[in-house]
């Protein structure tokens, strides 16, 4: 148990630094797009990695960053369900597999026949992989309309929630992330792990 957690560990620091450097190219933008869309659906490292220091870069897009990742991790919970909905036996028990989640994935889909739209929605308030939600919604045949629905609330809430606290705290809160970066950061992928260790421990 230990040997995996360390090796999913090392493998989600490998990324997180792939993170850091794609946001200070100059097509940071479509790459936090990118890495929003396959987060839902099974990339293990989300987006915030990268809008935390595009936002304090340039505070003015904030808004349509916000925006732009809602978007696509929206589409890539879409790539999530459809996993789940259509390829479970192939590709989603291959992602589930990897970061060892069977046994929380197996309750998930317990829990979706009586709080599905629940689940999907307070996501954002957890550090729970979104990828499992969407795969699972997919194998319990969630109805769409309402996974649509519950997965803008969710993702809506967790990117303008960020944006919000970079944007309208002002230069302050700016120049005070920016002394504390490296740290928040790593808080962030220390919440990541954390999710996928709860996840496996309530399971």
């Known amino acids: 148990m230990n040997n995996i957690i360390e090796k999913q560990q090392n493998i989600l620091h490998r990324m997180y630094d792939w993170c850091l450097k794609a946001a200070n190219t100059k097509r940071a933008k479509y790459i936090m797009y990118l890495v929003s869309f396959a987060e839902s659906s099974f990339f293990p490292l989300p987006p915030d990695l990268m809008l935390i220091p595009m936002i304090l870069a340039n505070r003015v897009l904030a808004w349509r960053l916000a925006l732009g990742a809602t978007i696509a991790s929206v589409l890539g919970g879409i790539l999530g369900y459809a996993i789940g909905y259509y390829l479970f036996s192939t590709i989603g028990d291959l992602i589930i597999e990897t970061y060892g989640l069977h046994n929380a994935f197996e ?97």
């Open 107 to 203: 309750r998930f889909q317990n829990d979706f026949q009586n709080y599905g739209f629940w689940i999907i929605s307070l996501k954002g308030l957890t550090p729970i992989p979104f990828k499992l939600v969407t795969i699972a919604s997919g194998v319990a045949h969630f109805d769409i309309t309402q996974f649509l629905i519950a997965s803008v609330i969710a993702r809506a809430f967790r990117f303008y929630l960020l944006y919000g606290i970079l944007y309208f705290f002002g230069p302050l809160a700016k120049q005070y992330i920016e002394k504390y970066l490296t740290v928040a950061l790593l808080v962030c992928l220390g919440i990541i792990v954390a999710g996928f260790i709860i996840v496996k421990c309530l399971s």
